[in-house]
């Protein structure tokens, strides 16, 4: 198959000979700084799109899709979950009731966040049943004598040496009135299990009770809310706005986005702020390629001449110097992709990146490589490439073949 010539003439001048080593050296420099700057960007969008969707899966895997409160309190909430579930998307529905607590055992003390939940009900919106390590959740639904059950984030028990079967003293904000007044409620509770979420927030500061032990601890004499499930979480925001328009107008909701938009805004900005640093690599080897094209248009303007005069146009010659300054585009490019994603897939397999749980919530970071993310990196970065040989392909084209071949 016969090449254009332009594309022939290219290539040569890329494989140029030992004389003209010092340009095919550049050139190589070239390619290799596309290939870099390429490859660190794939990693750092896997990274970053990886530490996106496993905080959000942590977190909706730990808390519902959508919160809902009504005015005057929820009485019944067996019927007001029955008619929450008739709502299109929502698969899953169960109470809870939130406060705070201070729990105690004998090798210490810790603020805790309190949840009464339904033991039959919340694995419908959360993933409390299958985090469960030890002990088990009907455990909370006990009765008789003995103390009611809790069950505790893994990171929590272990703070406070605690085993399933331990028995821990809660004390709530929430007073009783006596006759030296207001004092606050305290009660025994025996760990009825240990669980691990994946999120850090709940694994070393939540505690889960029965309703029935909820309403005491924290005075209240009906449930807090109703939590919801959905069968498609980006769908989470307009289920929520279309539930007051449904069931009515004393229904108040909060999506999972809403609650956690400060946290998923401030990794985006990280995402696009490490993308634009890592981008310039890239603009650094376009300036490269800039230069070495205008070597190339200085050592070869006698050939650029003979071609001129043979009736070459000046299309052909710029066609010359874009098909080579888009070579070297493209092969480091396709490198730099290869190459990204290879340690990116090497990098998440051995999970090599690791992270203070405390701040991120994980411990260490997936590479999740989306194909629209690497689709976007080859093309801006071929573009890139393109738009540096602008400039050199121009300057040959207006070279005078006379003043070229004057002293030749």
Request: hydrophobic share 50%.
């Amino acid at each position: 198959m016969d090449l254009p010539f332009e594309l022939h003439i290219a290539l040569r001048y890329l494989l140029a000979k030992r004389k003209q080593a010092f340009i095919s050296v550049i050139s190589l420099i070239s390619t290799l700084g596309v290939a870099v700057g390429v490859m660190a960007l794939v990693i750092a969008l896997a990274l970053m799109t990886g530490l996106q969707q496993e905080v959000r899966d942590r977190i909706l895997g730990s808390s519902p899709h959508v919160f809902v409160w009504k005015y005057g309190g929820i009485a019944d909430y067996q019927a007001e979950a029955a008619l929450l579930r008739k709502i299109p998307g929502v698969i899953g529905a169960a109470p809870a009731i939130l406060g705070r607590a201070l729990i105690t055992s004998p090798s210490g003390e810790a603020f805790i966040t309190l949840k009464g939940i339904d033991p039959a009900l919340e694995p419908g919106v959360t993933d409390i049943r299958s985090a469960l390590e030890q002990g088990s959740l009907d455990a909370l639904d006990a009765t008789g004598e003995g103390p009611g059950g809790i069950l505790l984030g893994r990171d929590l028990a272990s703070r406070l040496d605690l085993a399933v079967g331990d028995q821990v003293s809660l004390l709530t904000p929430q007073g009783t009135l006596s006759p030296m007044g207001i004092l606050p409620r305290t009660r025994r509770l025996q760990v009825a299990g240990i669980f691990s979420l994946g999120l850090y927030e709940f694994d070393s500061s939540y505690g889960f009770v029965s309703l029935d032990v909820a309403k005491r601890l924290v005075g209240r004499d009906d449930v807090e809310l109703i939590q919801l499930r959905v069968d498609d979480m980006l769908a989470a925001p307009e289920i929520a706005e279309s539930i007051p328009a449904v069931v009515g107008n004393e229904y108040v909701t909060e999506n999972w986005r809403d609650m956690n938009q400060s946290l998923f805004s401030a990794l985006w900005i990280e995402k696009m702020a490490i993308s634009l640093t890592i981008g310039l690599i890239v603009m650094v080897a376009a300036l490269n390629i800039v230069a070495s094209l205008i070597l190339l248009v200085m050592e070869k303007h006698r050939d650029i001449a003979i071609l001129k005069t043979m009736g070459a146009g000046a299309s052909s010659v710029t066609a010359v110097f874009m098909m080579q300054g888009l070579i070297i585009g493209v092969v480091g490019t396709l490198v730099g992709a290869a190459a990204g994603v290879g340690l990116a897939m090497l990098a998440d397999h051995y999970r090599l990146i690791r992270i203070p749980m405390d701040v991120y919530q994980v411990s260490y970071v997936p590479f999740v490589l989306e194909p629209l993310d690497i689709v976007i990196v080859v093309v801006a970065a071929v573009a890139v490439c393109f738009v540096a040989t602008i400039y050199p392909a121009r300057q040959a084209a207006r070279l005078d073949p006379a003043q070229a071949l004057r002293y030749e």
